[in-house]
């Protein structure tokens, strides 16, 4: 797969990790819906090419937690001008006690250096674009720590922090990129069941009785920063339900 510039067919092309599922997915879809050209990416390439075939899409899949993968993944795009880096999640929930220190290894590796080596990989090809933009999704866990989130609040945080400093460096880089940050409350998505390694009565609980965000409401917030002209920054958005505070 090579998604080159001189294909006429091919107008803007954003990438989309973590494409096959949630958030990603419906991204996706609200881009391809305004004329981008999709490249979603992540592990499961059963459910990527779904989403690819449905929105006119292509597909790749992509461990952002391995560099050689990164690496083939981004040999393969001669063009990007949107990175929507999404792969990422949370696993458990447990007190800093009883931390399980493989699950916050992974958070930090998905959600931080995921983000890093992605963002890393693409970065000439979205200077190259003149209009390049990069729109990290973070969490409400970026801002309010909870009790049993401090290895999920630990790996936002720090996004945080990386999406901040991406965006001064690229103030003075020459076409530099513009860099936005997006952090969800509560959105009803397979998020929850991973977080609790496939118990679905637990996952189910999170949502139950409360009036929750859908993937799309995010997605809807994606195309819009993606929408604006290149000399608009939105640095970052919180979009939370309404009852949750
Ligand atoms: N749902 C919420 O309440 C909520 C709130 C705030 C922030 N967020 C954030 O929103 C983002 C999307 O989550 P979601 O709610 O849409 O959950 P989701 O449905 O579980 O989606 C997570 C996505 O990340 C991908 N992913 C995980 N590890 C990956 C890896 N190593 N390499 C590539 N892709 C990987 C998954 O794809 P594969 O399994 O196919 O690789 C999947 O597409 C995450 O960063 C999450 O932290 C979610």
Not at 70 to 98: I, M, Q
Not at 120 to 128: G, Q, Y
Not at 165 to 183: M, S, W, Y
Not at 214 to 231: K, N, Q, Y
Request: aromatic share 4%; charged share 25%; net charge negative.
């Amino acid at each position: 797969m090579m998604i080159t510039m001189t294909d006429s067919s091919v107008s803007r092309v954003a990438v989309v990790t973590g494409g096959s599922a949630g958030i990603g997915a419906a991204a996706a879809e609200a881009l391809a819906h305004d004329g981008w050209h999709v490249v979603v990416a992540a592990r499961r390439l059963d459910k990527l090419t779904a989403v690819a075939e449905r929105i006119g899409g292509t597909a790749v899949e992509l461990d952002v937690t391995d560099q050689a993968s990164v690496d083939s993944f981004a040999a393969g795009l001669d063009r990007v001008d949107l990175l929507v880096n999404n792969a990422g999640g949370a696993r458990g929930l447990e007190p800093l006690a009883e931390a399980d220190l493989e699950k916050w290894q992974w958070m930090y590796d998905t959600n931080v250096l995921g983000t890093v080596r992605v963002t890393r990989a693409l970065l000439p090809r979205l200077r190259e674009s003149g209009e390049g933009l990069i729109i990290n999704i973070g969490s409400k866990a970026a801002l309010d720590p909870y009790l049993g989130g401090s290895g999920y609040n630990a790996a936002k945080f720090g996004l945080k922090a990386l999406t901040r400093v991406t965006r001064l460096e690229e103030i003075d880089a020459a076409a530099g990129v513009r860099v936005t940050e997006i952090d969800p409350g509560r959105v009803a998505t397979d998020f929850s069941l991973m977080r609790f390694d496939g118990d679905e009565a637990r996952a189910r609980a999170v949502y139950e009785g409360k009036e929750n965000l859908v993937a799309e409401d995010i997605a809807e917030a994606i195309r819009w920063v993606a929408s604006l002209p290149p000399r608009v920054n939105i640095d970052s958005m919180n979009i939370m339900p309404r009852d949750q505070g």
